[in-house]
């Protein structure tokens, strides 16, 4: 089916018709239309208009006025104040046009794909390999998860990237342990927890740090299994390969606790890109972006500079021969831009590297890798802080492990909805299930609800809240709806264009059409915040049109099927809106 045109298009071009009628030398100019508390919408381009044209805003705007083809969409159209124009559309637009999107037959409510779709390779949940992840890798695995959503959703071809840590110094301390206590990442009763195998990784690296910092001889053995391990040694790569292969079983337990998926094909770590770091740097240093600088290759900036006035390189190859994070970060663009065919590589990353994301993507840029037709775009995201406005730490001042954090919800939520099942309605599963949704969403939803790039507070209390900006709520008003349309029995959902709406139902409808226009925007900003935010109004319009528009109990039988309507396409736009954060929306609670 073919997408539906919102009603803030249909009159914007009405508007757009009638100024260049009026104003021919304007040509297609852009009416500036909004939403207004003072009508349905409201055009302020006029202004702007008339004094380019040296005329009287007001006459211009009753010009337009005049020209302007209203036919079923627009009611009523005004002059207001100096030449704005008040724009009010018909109760028949509003539930005609919600019908056009409730028959869309792919599911989509009528919102449209991108004309001109390109490739997005998206770095996201980058957990380190033998260490335990935190709730420092949260945001970054949420926010991408939510952003890859949105832009599969709008027609983009997406391919996913999880850059995992999984190559580096520690490697030769924890093989060389492993080679000398050869069964101690054995399986004995067969497949293990995520738990298990972190359990397993934790006794493994703290034993062999003991080892590395108390004996001398360890510790020169573990660094000649470095040597090894760069070098490619069969044996020494394939006991790396184990402790690549435990974590996984950790990092998909913990992937699969947040309901994200990840395919094993699109994890390429650090390690992914060894082969092509030599030829990188070869191909810097005869373009003449990287230079020698005390035997290291290095790229200077000038606005990149030390506390002591001096240039800040970005060190692409260390004197002593060895490879730093920006070789393999540039190594993974060459990868997405040439062999993905890459138009546009976004980074979900701490707000903290952006100093070296600037940098490595302005040598990209001066290697000619990038430029205006690919892009690489860093979305930076802040810290999670406790109550107290500081770090996000446990009581003992240690990291908070994220298993533990996401437990912790699930439990509080699964209070939560025992506590609201009064008559006892669901199952100890059915609660135990719905625990683990309400909970998990409560966390994705704390994150999502923010702008990447601030702070947030980590506030479980908060968030398992069915009052105020909660998923919770937004859950809860999808639940509620079902049980409606339960209630309702053989009376199906039906539009009647030909009612007059009451105010709760038109601010309902209006916004309701305002979803393709946000996902678009979202999508387009890479910022799943207007998109929650939008879903929080959405669940709060709902809540007034359900205390003030009896739905079962309204006044005739096509009043009933019309309200039963608006329940329906509200739920369905709910349940699409969650469905692009990753969060469920449970048909009881």
């Given at each position: 089916m073919a997408s539906v045109t919102s009603l803030t298009a249909s009159v914007h071009q009405r508007l757009a018709d009638a100024l260049s009628a009026a104003l021919p030398e304007a040509g297609s100019a852009d009416p500036l239309l909004r939403r207004s508390d003072r009508a349905d919408f409201q055009a302020n381009g006029i202004l702007a208009l008339a004094k380019k044209a040296k005329a009287n805003p007001r006459e211009l705007a009753t010009q337009v006025v005049a020209r302007v083809e209203s036919g079923s969409v627009i009611k009523d159209i005004e002059v207001s104040g100096p030449g704005f124009l008040n724009v009010t559309v018909t109760d028949a637009a509003i539930t005609g046009n919600l019908a056009e999107r409730d028959a869309d037959t792919e599911g989509r409510l009528g919102v449209p794909r991108a004309e001109h779709p390109g490739t997005t390779v998206i770095d996201y949940a980058q957990p380190n390999v033998a260490k335990e992840m935190h709730v420092g890798h949260l945001r970054s695995a949420v926010i991408g998860d939510a952003v890859v959503r949105m832009l599969e959703f709008t027609g983009e071809s997406v391919v996913r990237r999880h850059h995992i840590g999984d190559w580096g110094t520690q490697f030769g301390m924890l093989i060389q342990y492993l080679i000398e206590h050869p069964h101690e990442l054995d399986h004995e009763g067969g497949e293990v927890s995520g738990e298990e195998a972190m359990s397993n990784l934790n006794r493994?690296?703290?034993?062999?740090?003991?080892?590395?910092?108390?004996?001398?001889?360890?510790?020169?053995?573990?660094?000649?299994?470095?040597?090894?391990?760069?070098?490619?040694?069969?044996?020494?790569?394939?006991?790396?390969?184990?402790?690549?292969?435990?974590?996984?079983?950790?990092?998909?337990?913990?992937?699969?606790?947040?309901?994200?998926?990840?395919?094993?094909?699109?994890?390429?770590?650090?390690?992914?890109?060894?082969d092509m770091l030599d030829e990188t740097c070869r191909l810097l240093e005869e373009s003449g972006v990287a230079v020698r600088s005390e035997g290291a290759l290095c790229v200077f900036f000038d606005d990149v500079k030390g506390p002591d006035g001096n240039p800040v390189p970005l060190i692409v190859k260390k004197s002593d021969g060895g490879y730093g994070y920006a070789a393999t970060d540039l190594s993974a663009i060459r990868d997405r831009v040439f062999n993905l065919k890459a138009s546009t590589l976004i980074y979900v990353v701490d707000a903290r590297q952006s100093l070296h994301f600037k940098m490595v993507f302005e040598t990209a840029r001066r290697a000619g890798w990038l430029n205006d037709d690919v892009k690489a775009h860093q979305l930076?995201?802040?810290?999670?802080?406790?109550?107290?406005?500081?770090?996000?730490?446990?009581?003992?001042?240690?990291?908070?492990?994220l298993v533990d954090l996401l437990d912790e919800a699930i439990e509080r939520a699964t209070a939560v909805v025992r506590e609201k099942d009064t008559l006892g309605q669901l199952s100890e599963e059915d609660i135990a299930e719905r625990g683990t949704q309400v909970g998990i969403g409560a966390v994705k939803y704390a994150d999502l609800s923010t702008s990447a790039n601030r702070d947030y507070k980590f506030d479980l209390d908060q968030m398992v809240s069915l009052n105020g900006d909660t998923s919770v709520y937004l859950q809860y008003a999808y639940a509620r709806i079902q049980s409606i349309i339960r209630k309702a029995g053989d009376v199906a959902p039906v539009a009647h264009p030909e009612l007059e709406l009451a105010p709760a139902e038109r601010e309902l409808g209006l916004h309701v059409d305002r979803f393709a226009e946000t996902i678009a925007e979202a999508a387009a900003e890479y910022a799943p915040h207007k998109l929650a935010a939008y879903l929080y109004q959405l669940a709060s319009l709902y809540t007034a049109f359900y205390d003030k528009c009896p739905v079962l109990k309204a006044d005739t039988p096509a009043q009933v099927e019309n309200r039963l309507f608006y329940c329906a396409v509200t739920a369905r736009t709910l349940h699409q809106g969650m469905d692009l954060l990753g969060i469920r929306t449970p048909e009881r609670l």
């Open positions: 493994l690296y703290k034993a062999s740090r003991a080892l590395f910092e108390s004996d001398e001889e360890f510790k020169t053995r573990a660094r000649r299994r470095v040597v090894d391990l760069q070098a490619g040694e069969p044996e020494t790569l394939a006991l790396w390969q184990r402790f690549v292969d435990e974590s996984k079983i950790y990092f998909y337990s913990v992937f699969d606790k947040l309901d994200m998926e990840i395919q094993d094909a699109d994890v390429v770590g650090e390690s992914g890109y060894n930076a995201f802040g810290t999670v802080l406790g109550k107290d406005g500081k770090p996000f730490k446990t009581r003992e001042g240690e990291t908070v492990r």
